[in-house]
Each structure stands twice: as C-alpha cells, then as structure tokens.
C-alpha cells in the first residue's frame, strides 16, 4: 500500500522519470514486504515455539510444532500480498480491496478458532491449508507449494500491469 501512497501524493511520476524502471521500482517495494513478512513469522515460530516448549517441558516436540505452523503461514501471507500486487498493478483504484480480503480471512479464521463456523466455511481461506493437526507429517505442503505457485503468478501479473499502465498524476 506504499507504492499507492506515494502515486497519490505525486512522487512516483518523478521516481519513474529517472533512469529506475517500473518493475525495479515496484520489486524494490516487494522484496521488503515479502522478505520482511517472512522474517517476522520465523521470528514468531522460534519465539512461540521456544516458549511454548520450555511451558510443556518438552523442547524438542513443542518447538518444532509452532515453529512449523508459524511458517506455514508464509505461503497464505505471500497470496495475499500478490493479491494486492495485481490489484495495484492493473486497478490501482480498487487497490484497498486487497485489505478487506484479508481481513475476512482473518475473520475466517478468528470465528473457526472460536467454533463459530464450520471447516468447511474456512475452506475459503488460503490460510485453511496451513492448518495441521498435531503431526507435522499431516501439513498440505503440495498445496501450499500451488499457494507460492499461484501468488508468484499474481505478483507477476501485477507487475506487468503496472509496467503498462498510466500512473496516476497529482491533480
């Protein structure tokens, strides 16, 4: 949602003017997001996990579950973020969508944690498929592989839409 703050307030025209391309200049934006995104819940999986296993008394098995279900959540997180790439990349108006569907699948989330609705409700979210039960070995990885498939796809899509499209200009 940067790069959409700094279009409106007029200093992207400028930045683009320069000899920085567009896809270099909006990669630039999304390393940090991904990259930083990802540090973050493996900093929340070693926490959890370090906490949680010194509460139980057992390390070793402890840890590795949150830890695991902490970067699980990475592919999910990644989706939605090549969501909002293509949605800024070809409709940069409708930008904010990108933030109401995450926050319905939080919401998702939240109400299937607290036995509001049923699995099958929070099949919808992308999150759904970083739930695991307490094996490690029952943890979807082929489908959160297709998960970084798919927002690989979406960031590029959105990346070539941006590359075409007009930026808007401060009025």
Known sequence: MRLKKEE???RTEMLLDKQVSR?????????????????????MGIAGGLVYGLAAGD???????IFVMSVSKI???WLLSGLATLLYGLWPRI????WVVWLSFTLLEV??????????LMRISPFSYAHYTINISDLPLFKLFWLL????VLTGIGLLGFRNRDVLTKA
Do not use: K, Y
């Open 8 to 10: 409106n307030e007029g």
């Open 23 to 43: 896809i270099r200049w909006m990669s630039s934006h999304l390393i940090v997001a991904t990259l930083g995104s990802a540090a973050l819940l493996l900093v």
């Open 59 to 65: 390390l070793s098995i402890g840890f590795w579950h």
């Open 75 to 77: 592919p999910p997180v």
């Open 95 to 98: 930008t904010a969508l990108g």
């Open 111 to 120: 109400t299937w944690e607290m036995q509001l609705i049923d699995w099958s």
């Open 149 to 152: 498939c798919l927002s690989a």
